[in-house]
């Protein structure tokens, strides 16, 4: 649940539940005090889905990688059997047996299909020099079990995204009767100042923290002369661009795993 969110969420449970402490004896109240209670239960079974989706698709990532780590595994075995025959006996077989390059999902389930083909048409070549029997079939069975990875990831996404939108209209919608909850009971609890402060401080939504970017460099920091020193003054001065130079940033990693964007020399 987004922070902007949740201190909404807060400000309407304390809210709720100062204005049924202190009854006034109006439908309207009693009728938006039900709307806005309805609303919370609401928000907080859409923050179950959102992260019950996030669970799903973190899941689906992971059994994904390890699928296709098996895949691969099985794919090379293949791969290294085709390059190492004699090029002249069995022309083009080598160039068949390609690993697949890039770092997409897809295409590694496209060129595990390729492999099948031309294993099947060169079976007893592989099996002559040790593959499994059934390593056609292993391949086979890795495909689906890809594909149902990313179905789950798929889903897992569209059940967040879904929650996530949901959320902001049901925040929104809360406020909404906020408002209005506000606007009436200000004027009922007018005379007794106390009562006033008290629903006031239970209406108001807590600000999002603001961040803010330190330029200090790290060694100026590390370096700073302690407060009482007779040069602490005079360095406080010193502008933050003479202190040593920053490090280069780091490359973002890949969002795929490392083994996905090797290939095996062919």
Do not use: C
Not at 137 to 165: C, D, M, W, Y
Not at 175 to 196: K, T, V
């Amino acid at each position: 649940m987004q922070t902007r969110i949740k201190h909404r969420l807060e400000t309407l449970e304390r809210s709720v539940r100062l204005a049924r402490e202190h009854p006034t004896g109006l439908a309207r109240v009693t009728q938006l005090i039900d709307q806005i209670e309805v609303i919370i239960a609401q928000i907080w079974s859409h923050a179950g889905g959102q992260h019950t989706g996030h669970l799903a698709y973190r899941g689906g990532a992971a059994t994904r990688a390890f699928r296709a780590a098996e895949l691969l595994e099985l794919m090379r075995s293949v791969n290294r059997i085709g390059r190492a025959v004699s090029p002249l006996e069995y022309p083009g077989l080598r160039e068949q047996l390609r690993m697949p390059r890039g770092d997409g999902y897809r295409r590694l389930i496209a060129a595990a299909g390729s492999f099948i083909q031309v294993a099947r048409a060169y079976k007893a070549v592989f099996l002559d020099r040790g593959l499994d029997p059934d390593f056609i079939e292993q391949i086979e069975a890795k495909i689906p079990e890809l594909e149902a990875a990313s179905t789950v990831i798929n889903h897992g996404k569209a059940q967040r995204i879904g929650s996530t939108a949901g959320l902001a209209d049901l925040a929104r919608r809360g406020m909404e009767g906020l408002r209005e909850l506000d606007a009436i009971l200000s004027h009922q609890f007018r005379h007794n100042p106390a009562l006033l402060a008290s629903w006031k401080g239970a209406a108001r939504v807590q600000r999002d923290a603001v961040r803010t970017h330190d330029n200090t460099s790290p060694s100026t920091e590390s370096s700073a002369t302690p407060a009482g020193s007779p040069h602490s003054n005079f360095e406080s001065f010193i502008p933050v661009s003479f202190g040593a130079p920053q490090s280069p940033p780091i490359a973002p990693h890949s969002r795929f795993p490392v083994w996905l964007a090797a290939e095996t020399p062919g």
